[in-house]
Nanobody, 129 residues
Framework: VQLQASGGGFVQPGGSLRLSCTAS????????IGWFRQAPGKEREGVAY????????DYTDRVKGRFTISKDSAKNTVFLQMNGLNPEDTGIYYC???????????????????????WGQGTQVTVSS
C-alpha cells in the first residue's frame, strides 16, 4: 500500500500550492486522511483532515481560511489547496490514513500522528522571498 504525496515546491510569501495525495491498493473512501507537516527541528503537526465516513473536515487554526482539503474519489486522491502561504508554512508535508479515526464518533484526536498507520513519503514546501 502506498500513499504518494506530490505538489510541493518553492513559492514566495502570498503564493499558492496544491498538494496531492494519491493512494494505491486502498480506497480513500474507507479512511480518514490527514495532512501533516514537519518543519526542521519541530514536531510533526496536523494541518487538515478529511473523514470519508461523514465527510467531516477540519483544519488547525494556523491554516484556517487559507488551506482547503478536498477529495476526488474517482481519482482516489486527496488535495490540499494552500493559499496565502507564509514562511511559517515551510516544511515537509505528509499525507496519512487512519482506519480507527474513520470509525471514531469523536473528533478530539484527529491530529494525533500515532493514530495514523499509513504515511506517504512527504513533499517539501518552501516559502521564502
Amino acid at each position: 500500500v502506498q500513499l504518494q504525496a506530490s505538489g510541493g515546491g518553492f513559492v514566495q510569501p502570498g503564493g499558492s500550492l496544491r498538494l496531492s495525495c494519491t493512494a494505491s491498493e486502498i480506497h480513500l473512501d474507507s479512511y480518514q486522511i490527514g495532512w501533516f507537516r514537519q518543519a526542521p527541528g519541530k514536531e510533526r503537526e496536523g494541518v487538515a483532515y478529511y473523514n470519508s465516513r461523514d465527510d467531516s473536515i477540519d483544519y488547525t487554526d494556523r491554516v484556517k481560511g487559507r488551506f482547503t482539503i478536498s477529495k476526488d474519489s474517482a481519482k482516489n486522491t486527496v488535495f490540499l489547496q494552500m493559499n496565502g502561504l507564509n514562511p511559517e508554512d515551510t516544511g515537509i508535508y505528509y499525507c496519512a490514513t487512519s482506519e480507527i479515526l474513520y470509525y471514531s464518533p469523536f473528533r478530539t484526536q484527529d491530529f494525533t500522528p500515532d493514530l495514523y498507520d499509513r504515511w506517504g513519503q512527504g513533499t517539501q514546501v518552501t516559502v521564502s522571498s
